[in-house]
């Protein structure tokens, strides 16, 4: 079946700093990838996504780059801000063995920026 | 409304009692999901309703979890006879359509179940 791993956490950054988060997954056919980022005390928020390999997904300045040759979607970001301080989910969708689109979702990574 | 909304936000049962779990899609979504999210476990999908079909429950971890969707709007999650280990924080998200096009999921804020 289907699965997301990325890399655990937490994350300890001071602010302005490059952010790297690491996913890779395992999946049948060519599902979409996501990042979805969970603030403190809030629900699950779409960060970005890309549907299809070499596509770029991006937002409020973070970036990910769907890598079909090395089974990666990994999340990067210029200059972290103390309000990038969050849980950040990797996740796919629409692989073959999944007609009903569910989510898949990584382990989640807690992102803490220090000023 | 704008988004999903979830009810009640929190809820604290005593084991061996039944709840409910509201959700309240975006208008006009024709699929919705429910996942659980807790430290053990992770996001984990729990079924799936799309339009008339008949739902995809493959997700649900025992019989004692039970899903309706009336009206292809309003979903309620029923846990009869909780457990300690139900306890978690159980997210609703609805989707347009089943297209690809229409893939992307929106959250609600969860309800956050604690079984004593």
């Known amino acids: 079946g289907d699965s997301v791993t990325q890399m655990e956490g937490p994350v300890t950054l001071s602010e302005e700093a490059f952010l790297t988060i690491n996913c890779t997954y395992t999946?049948?056919?060519?599902?979409?990838l996501f990042w979805y980022v969970q603030y403190p005390g809030e629900g699950l928020q779409l960060l970005l996504k890309?549907?299809?390999?070499?596509d770029k997904g991006s937002n409020k300045g973070f970036e990910a780059t769907y890598r079909k040759e090395t089974t990666s979607f990994h999340l990067e970001k210029g200059s972290v801000q103390v309000s990038d301080s969050a849980v950040y989910f990797c996740?796919?969708?629409?692989?073959?063995?999944?007609?009903?689109?569910?989510?898949?979702f990584g382990g989640g990574t807690r992102l803490m920026v220090k000023p | 409304g704008a988004g999903v909304s979830q009810s009640p936000s929190n809820k604290v049962t005593e084991k061996g009692k039944d709840v409910e779990l509201r959700c309240d899609p975006i208008?006009?979504?024709?699929?919705l999901y429910w996942y659980r999210q807790s430290l053990g476990q992770g996001l984990e999908f729990l079924i799936y309703?799309?339009?008339?079909?008949?739902?995809?429950k493959s997700g649900l971890p025992s019989d004692r979890f039970s899903a309706e969707r009336t009206g292809g709007s309003v979903s309620t999650l029923t846990i009869q006879r909780t457990q300690q280990e139900d306890s978690a924080v159980y997210l609703c998200?609805?989707?347009?359509?089943?297209?690809?096009?229409?893939?992307?999921?929106?959250f609600g804020p969860g309800t956050r179940l604690l079984v004593l």
């Open positions: 309703f799309q339009g008339n079909s008949a739902p995809d």
């Open positions: 996740a796919l969708s629409g692989g073959l063995d999944n007609a009903g689109n569910m989510l898949t």
């Open positions: 208008s006009g979504h024709t699929a």
């Open positions: 890309a549907t299809k390999a070499d």
């Open positions: 998200a609805s989707r347009r359509g089943p297209g690809r096009r229409m893939e992307t999921q929106y």
């Open positions: 999946a049948t056919g060519y599902p979409s």
